[in-house]
C-alpha cells in the first residue's frame, strides 16, 4: 500500500506583487525646505540598509471584486495625509556644497505603495508556525543607493490582499527619516483622514478616483511571485522598547553604555543626531528615575484604523539591522509614565540587538 501524499498547508503559497506606485503629497511642499542629518561623514552601507517594520492586519472590509478598491482608497487617504508630514515623501541628499553633510530634502519624490496578493486567507497565515519569519513579505524595502541616494524612496507601504478578503498593510522606513513615535503619529492622522472620507458617503464606495483595476487578459498581471514560506537571508533581531525620565539634572547615562551600538537621537526640532559604534554621542542625554519597558501598542497602534475604520486584529514591529551592530533610537515625547515628577518629560529608547549577541 502506497503512503499517502500530504497537500501542503496554503500559507506555503505565494505572494504576488501586482503594481508599484508612487504617492506625493497633495500640495506641493514648500522649495527648500529641509531637515539636517548631523551624521560624521557619509552615511555607511550600515544605515543605507537597516529600516523599520511594522505590519498591521485587518478583517475584510469589501466584499467581492470591489476588494481591489482598497488600494486606491488608501492612496487618496494617503496623498491627503503627507500634505501633513511631507518629510516621509522626501530623499536623502548631499547638503549644497557640502559633501560630508547630509540633509533630508522634502522635495515631494514620494512614496512607494506597493499592492501584492498572497495565496492564504489571513487567518492561517497569522496562526501559522514561524509567522514572524514571513512577515517578511508583507513588507517591501529596497536599500538606499549609496551612490545616488536622491533617486531612494525613505517609506514605503505594501498593501496585501489575501484569500479571505482581510488585508495586512505593512511599512518600511530607513531611521533617519523617522522614529517609531513619529511614525505612529502619522499613521494615526493618515487613519483620520481615511475614516473622514469614508464618512462622507451614504456606503463604502465601490470604487476610487485612484483606483487602478487589475486587467484579466488570460496572460500573468504580476509583476513578481516568491514564496511565502521563503524568507530572505537576514539575521534576526530583538528590539526592546523602554521608558525613561529626562530631566536637566541628576545622574547622567554614561556615553560609555552605548558603545558598540549605531546611535540616533531625535530633537524636538526634527533634527537627527547620528553617532557611529566606535564614538560616544555627539550630545550626552540626561536620563535619570525608574526605567520601564513598554510595548508599541502603548503608543496607540490600536487606534490605526486603515481601511473601513476598523481597528487592527494584530500588530507587530520590528527593526531589521544591516549589520551586525545594535541600534539605539532616543525619541522624545514618550510621557512620564508612571515614575514621571515635575518637570520631566518621557523619553522613549529603542534597543535592538542581533540575536547572536544577546
Given at each position: 500500500?502506497?503512503?499517502?501524499?500530504?497537500?501542503?498547508?496554503?500559507?506555503?503559497?505565494?505572494?504576488?506583487?501586482?503594481?508599484?506606485?508612487?504617492?506625493?503629497?497633495?500640495?506641493?511642499?514648500?522649495?527648500?525646505?529641509?531637515r539636517?542629518v548631523?551624521?560624521?561623514g557619509?552615511?555607511s552601507?550600515?544605515?543605507?540598509?537597516?529600516?523599520?517594520?511594522?505590519?498591521?492586519?485587518?478583517?475584510?472590509?469589501?466584499?467581492?471584486?470591489?476588494?481591489?478598491?482598497?488600494?486606491?482608497?488608501?492612496?487618496?487617504?494617503?496623498?491627503?495625509?503627507?500634505?501633513?508630514?511631507?518629510?516621509?515623501?522626501?530623499?536623502?541628499?548631499?547638503?549644497?556644497?557640502?559633501?560630508?553633510?547630509?540633509?533630508?530634502?522634502?522635495?515631494?519624490?514620494?512614496?512607494?505603495?506597493?499592492?501584492?496578493?498572497?495565496?492564504?486567507?489571513?487567518?492561517?497565515?497569522?496562526?501559522?508556525?514561524?509567522?514572524?519569519?514571513?512577515?517578511?513579505?508583507?513588507?517591501?524595502?529596497?536599500?538606499?543607493?549609496?551612490?545616488?541616494?536622491?533617486?531612494?524612496?525613505?517609506?514605503y507601504?505594501q498593501?496585501?490582499?489575501?484569500?479571505?478578503?482581510?488585508?495586512?498593510?505593512?511599512l518600511?522606513?530607513?531611521?533617519?527619516?523617522?522614529?517609531?513615535?513619529?511614525?505612529?503619529?502619522?499613521?494615526?492622522?493618515?487613519?483620520?483622514?481615511?475614516?473622514n472620507?469614508?464618512?462622507?458617503?451614504?456606503?463604502?464606495?465601490?470604487?476610487?478616483?485612484?483606483?487602478l483595476?487589475?486587467?484579466?487578459?488570460?496572460?500573468?498581471?504580476?509583476?513578481?511571485?516568491?514564496?511565502?514560506?521563503?524568507?530572505?537571508?537576514?539575521?534576526?533581531?530583538?528590539?526592546?522598547?523602554?521608558?525613561?525620565?529626562?530631566?536637566?539634572?541628576?545622574?547622567?547615562?554614561?556615553?560609555?553604555?552605548?558603545r558598540?551600538?549605531?546611535?540616533?537621537?531625535?530633537?524636538?526640532?526634527?533634527?537627527?543626531e547620528?553617532?557611529?559604534?566606535?564614538?560616544?554621542?555627539?550630545?550626552?542625554?540626561?536620563?535619570?528615575?525608574?526605567?520601564?519597558?513598554?510595548?508599541?501598542?502603548?503608543?496607540?497602534?490600536?487606534?490605526?484604523?486603515l481601511?473601513?475604520?476598523?481597528e487592527?486584529?494584530?500588530?507587530?514591529?520590528?527593526?531589521?539591522?544591516?549589520?551586525?551592530?545594535?541600534?539605539v533610537?532616543?525619541?522624545?515625547?514618550?510621557?512620564?509614565?508612571?515614575?514621571?515628577?515635575?518637570?520631566?518629560?518621557?523619553?522613549?529608547?529603542?534597543?535592538?540587538?542581533?540575536?547572536?549577541?544577546?
Open positions: 500500500m502506497s503512503a499517502m501524499t500530504k497537500t501542503p498547508p496554503s500559507h506555503a503559497g505565494k505572494l504576488h506583487v501586482e503594481s508599484i506606485q508612487t504617492v506625493t503629497p497633495a500640495k506641493l511642499t514648500e522649495l527648500g525646505t529641509t539636517p548631523n551624521h560624521p557619509p552615511p552601507a550600515w544605515f543605507l540598509q537597516t529600516h523599520l517594520r511594522v505590519v498591521l492586519y485587518y478583517k475584510p472590509t469589501f466584499e467581492g471584486e470591489s476588494g481591489y478598491a482598497l488600494t486606491g482608497w488608501l492612496k487618496g487617504s494617503l496623498n491627503l495625509a503627507l500634505v501633513e508630514d511631507p518629510l516621509l515623501a522626501g530623499r536623502l541628499r548631499h547638503k549644497e556644497g557640502c559633501e560630508d553633510e547630509w540633509e533630508i530634502t522634502y522635495n515631494d519624490s514620494g512614496v512607494r505603495l506597493v499592492e501584492a496578493r498572497a495565496e492564504v486567507a489571513m487567518a492561517e497565515f497569522v496562526g501559522s508556525k514561524g509567522r514572524e519569519e514571513k512577515e517578511a513579505r508583507l513588507v517591501y524595502w529596497k536599500d538606499i543607493d549609496d551612490q545616488n541616494p536622491q533617486f531612494s524612496a525613505l517609506f507601504v498593501v496585501t490582499r489575501f484569500e479571505d478578503g482581510g488585508y495586512s498593510i505593512g518600511s522606513w530607513s531611521p533617519l527619516l523617522a522614529d517609531l513615535i513619529h511614525m505612529t503619529n502619522f499613521l494615526k492622522t493618515w487613519s483620520q483622514i481615511q475614516k472620507s469614508l464618512q462622507k458617503k451614504d456606503e463604502i464606495p465601490k470604487t476610487s478616483l485612484f483606483h483595476p487589475i486587467m484579466r487578459t488570460g496572460h500573468s498581471t504580476h509583476l513578481s511571485s516568491t514564496p511565502l514560506d521563503t524568507t530572505p537571508p537576514t539575521p534576526h533581531h530583538h528590539t526592546t522598547l523602554l521608558r525613561l525620565v529626562a530631566s536637566s539634572g541628576g545622574t547622567h547615562q554614561k556615553a560609555d553604555r552605548l558598540g551600538f549605531h546611535v540616533i537621537a531625535r530633537g524636538r526640532a526634527g533634527e537627527v547620528v553617532t557611529g559604534p566606535d564614538g560616544p554621542p555627539g550630545a550626552e542625554m540626561g536620563l535619570s528615575g525608574p526605567v520601564e519597558e513598554v510595548n508599541w501598542a502603548d503608543f496607540g497602534a490600536r487606534e490605526v484604523a481601511g473601513g475604520g476598523s487592527p486584529v494584530l500588530s507587530s514591529y520590528y527593526v531589521t539591522l544591516g549589520g551586525n551592530e545594535g541600534l533610537m532616543v525619541m522624545p515625547g514618550g510621557g512620564g509614565g508612571g515614575g514621571g515628577g515635575g518637570g520631566e518629560e518621557g523619553v522613549i529608547m529603542s534597543v535592538t540587538v542581533p540575536m547572536k549577541k544577546i
